[in-house]
T-cell receptor, first 113, second 115 residues
Framework: GNSVTQMEGPVTLSEEAFLTINCTYT??????LFWYVQYPGEGLQLLLK?????DKGSNKGFEATYRKETTSFHLEKGSVQVSDSAVYFC????????????FGKGTMLLVSP | DSGVTQTPKHLITATGQRVTLRCSPR?????VYWYQQSLDQGLQFLIQ???????AKGNILERFSAQQFPDLHSELNLSSLELGDSALYFC??????????????FGPGTRLTVL
């Protein structure tokens, strides 16, 4: 079946530091890949996505590249802000049928001033 | 604000009881999904409805059931509640049920506490 593995948190960084959150997946075929963010007390928001190999998703300074050869979709940001503190979820969705999202366990990011 | 609404925001009940969680999808969305988020299991897909019909089932217990009504709102019914059912329950909606129309927008969640 499909599965997503993300690095465990919390990840603790100082403001303006470089961020990487690792995500690898197992899936049949060629899924779409997503990063969602959950701010404290809120629901999940789509941060970025990529639908095919070598696609790069980007939004709000965050980037992730769909790497089929390493089955990875690592999230990066060059300079984090305190407001980026949240839980980040990597997810995949099969591209056929009435497909649903399979999530990783989430990685908490804490950014201090 | 995603446009997906969920009620109630918080629910506290006792073991053995039954509760109903309600979700209203974004205007125009035909598909509704339910997810359970707990500390030990993470975020797990429960069930999907598309235009009133069940389309996909995940790790949903037999004590749980759901339906989607003609006005497209959905309800998740949880019965014979156990302590382990305490979790955050999210609803999401999408325009379609498959392919590129499947981008899901999440509601704020209902926090269920079973005492």
């Amino acid at each position: 079946g499909n599965s997503v593995t993300q690095m465990e948190g919390p990840v603790t960084l100082s403001e303006e530091a470089f961020l990487t959150i690792n995500c690898t997946y197992t899936a049949t075929g060629y899924p779409s890949l997503f990063w969602y963010v959950q701010y404290p007390g809120e629901g999940l928001q789509l941060l970025l996505k990529a639908t095919k190999a070598d696609d790069k998703g980007s939004n709000k300074g965050f980037e992730a590249t769909y790497r089929k050869e390493t089955t990875s979709f690592h999230l990066e940001k060059g300079s984090v802000q305190v407001s980026d503190s949240a839980v980040y979820f990597c997810a995949l969705r099969a591209n056929s049928g009435y497909s649903t999202l399979t999530f990783g366990k989430g990685t908490m990011l804490l950014v201090s001033p | 604000d995603s446009g997906v609404t969920q009620t109630p925001k918080h629910l506290i009940t006792a073991t053995g009881q039954r509760v109903t969680l309600r979700c209203s999808p974004r205007s125009g969305d035909l598909s509704v999904y339910w997810y359970q988020q707990s500390l030990d299991q993470g975020l797990q897909f429960l069930i999907q409805y598309y235009n009133g019909e069940e389309r996909a089932k995940g790790n949903i217990l037999e004590r749980f059931s759901a339906q989607q009504f003609p006005d497209l709102h959905s309800e998740l019914n949880l019965s014979s509640l156990e302590l382990g059912d305490s979790a955050l329950y999210f609803c999401a909606s999408s325009v379609g049920g498959r392919g590129t129309l499947n981008e899901q927008f999440f509601g704020p969640g209902t926090r269920l506490t079973v005492l």
